[in-house]
């Protein structure tokens, strides 16, 4: 957590406020900040409401990874549904004398 940032604003911020902040972050830099929310909770020395303050981001954070993730195992599965379907698609390319596979070259 960068030190100038007040743990007492983010408690009182409205969680829309920090989604729309976080909404912006690619996975690797919410991967990046939920690991060093987890850092800083496991060193201790933390006030109840720094520590949930924390908590909470680093919840928001973990959603926001897992979005992150449904989307790449969709792109994912879209691009092997693809490749299943190329067998097909060749076979029809062939009854159509090739063209297409001439197109692709």
Request: proline letters at 2%; a negative charge; one cysteine or more.
């Amino acid at each position: 957590m960068d030190s100038e940032t007040s743990v007492d604003d983010t408690v009182s911020e409205p969680n829309n406020d920090t989604d729309d902040e976080l909404a912006g972050l690619g996975y690797e830099e919410a991967r990046d900040q939920l690991i060093e929310v987890v850092k800083d909770l496991e060193a201790g020395g933390l006030s109840l409401e720094e520590s949930l303050a924390l908590w909470e981001r680093g919840e928001r954070l973990a959603r926001l990874c897992e979005r992150h993730l449904e989307g790449a195992r969709e792109r994912i599965d879209a691009a092997l549904a693809t490749v299943e379907q190329s067998p097909e698609e060749a076979a029809e390319d062939d009854e159509d004398g090739g063209e297409a596979a001439e197109d692709s070259s």
